[in-house]
């Protein structure tokens, strides 16, 4: 049998996005800068993934975020082993997977980059579950060191005054906070400018997501779900409006060479919830043999689903709204509303829903979104039972079948 390496595949190489080499090379400088921190004198605050960030930036505190690490070990398929061993420390397998993986690393710096650096300060914001508070507060005693709690009300129908009052309030105390721990006073020139690439930043990543309306799209939710990353993680900063820049241009051009994510592109699908990570490749490669890209998603548009509430000039005063009223912050008639109008955007034919045996504020709606969308725009719908880092829940079998068989109710219609 010979040794020699196989020949690239002309075709698959033309579909590889350019763009994912330079990502690779921005998060490894990232992670080294987070885990020296203690040598160059950096502080680090480990914040959740719908947290204010900019205030951070602004202070020049390096955000990590666990769950972006939850991420990363469901990816390299280290979530089963690291979630049994959080259920062996006394957490109920029916508790978030990110927040068993996370509790289960912190003590022997588990996982695939041997542990996040150490925290200066825990920043949790609860607009995406109640799970964090409970993390936050075991991880602060853990390393002992300061929380802060961003508290959002849930917005089931509006923000109200006595909300935004509420809200803005904190963001004075968060800053308040920040200086005490960093023991300087926040750069108000710094904080504006940081606000403005934040929004910059959101601007981008939406005309990226955006670029799928065109048919065939030329990235795919699974695309998508990578390249998210920079805006979760560094937002505010000029590297990410530098890199949605590039990656919008390499968008453009594979829209004007007829560049696909998905060969002989016939059906166009929403994807709604967190990716299952350790089947993204699986999943990409079943949908894809069926001629389906998956052409947008509920999960990535997150973070960039309220810069209609942002306004530059004042975006401290703003962002109070913005980060209270995003997609797990809202109630199940408006999520229903923001997956019809995108339904309608991207012309997709059906609808994916991932059922997250973790995320429950995600997974609990999803029965009567899918009656809402099925009464309003006659798409079927197709639910898969999973988790996004524990393998445990995941039955390839029965995904397997149910996806051959929602294709065939998409191929009867066309
Ligand atoms: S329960 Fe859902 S929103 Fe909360 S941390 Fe887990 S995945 Fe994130």
Redesign the pocket.
């Known amino acids: 049998m010979s040794n020699e390496p196989k020949p690239a595949d002309p075709e698959k190489e033309k579909r590889k996005i350019k763009s994912v080499g330079k990502m690779k090379e921005i998060m490894t400088g990232y992670y080294i800068e987070a885990k020296t921190a203690e040598q160059t004198g950096k502080k680090v605050a480990w914040i959740t ?1 719908g947290g204010p960030v900019e205030p951070l930036i602004a202070m020049d505190v390096i955000p990590v975020y666990p ?1 972006n690490h939850g991420a990363m070990i469901g990816a390299s398929k280290m979530g089963s082993d690291l979630c049994e061993k959080a259920e062996s420390m006394g957490y109920a397998r029916d508790l ?1 997977s ?2 068993r993986a996370d509790i289960a690393c912190a003590p022997i710096n588990g996982g695939p980059i041997g542990g996040l650096p150490k925290p200066d300060m825990l920043v949790c914001c609860n607009n ?2 109640g ?2 508070l409970k993390w936050y507060q075991v991880q602060a005693r853990h390393f002992g060191v300061p929380l802060f709690i961003f508290d959002t009300p849930f917005c089931h129908t509006e923000f109200s005054a006595e909300a935004r009052r509420y809200v803005r309030r904190q963001v004075d105390e968060y800053i308040e906070f920040l200086e005490g721990v960093c023991a300087s006073k926040m750069d108000v020139d710094r904080m504006h400018q940081v606000g403005r690439l934040s929004l910059e930043g959101q601007r981008l990543w939406q005309a990226v997501l955006d670029t799928t309306m065109h048919k065939p799209a030329p990235m795919s939710a699974f695309d998508a779900f990578f390249h998210l990353a920079l805006i979760v993680t560094l937002r505010g900063t000029q590297t990410v409006v530098d890199y949605y820049t590039a990656l919008l241009a390499e968008m453009k051009t594979r829209i004007e060479n007829r560049i696909s994510a998905v060969p002989k592109e016939t059906y166009r699908l929403l994807w709604d919830n ?1 990716p299952i990570w350790y089947r993204t490749r699986w999943l990409s490669e079943k949908f894809a043999a069926h001629e389906a890209c998956l052409v947008a998603d509920t999960y990535t548009s997150a973070w960039c689903g309220t810069m209609k509430y942002l306004d530059e000039a004042d975006f401290l005063g703003t962002m109070a709204e913005a980060y209270s009223r995003i997609y ?1 912050n809202i109630g199940v008639d408006e999520m229903a509303r923001d997956v019809i109008a995108m339904i309608d955007k991207y012309a997709a034919d059906g609808v994916v829903m991932h059922s997250n045996r ?5 997974s609990f709606g999803q029965y009567d979104i899918k009656k809402i969308i099925q009464r309003e725009r006659d798409v079927p719908v197709l639910l898969i039972e999973a988790d ?1 880092v524990d393998e445990r829940s995941f039955a390839e079998s029965q995904v397997d079948t149910r996806i051959d068989a929602f294709m065939e109710v998409l191929e009867n219609r066309k």
């Open positions: 993934s769950e978030c990110y927040a995406i579950c799970t964090v967190l797990l973790s995320c429950k504020p995600y996004m």
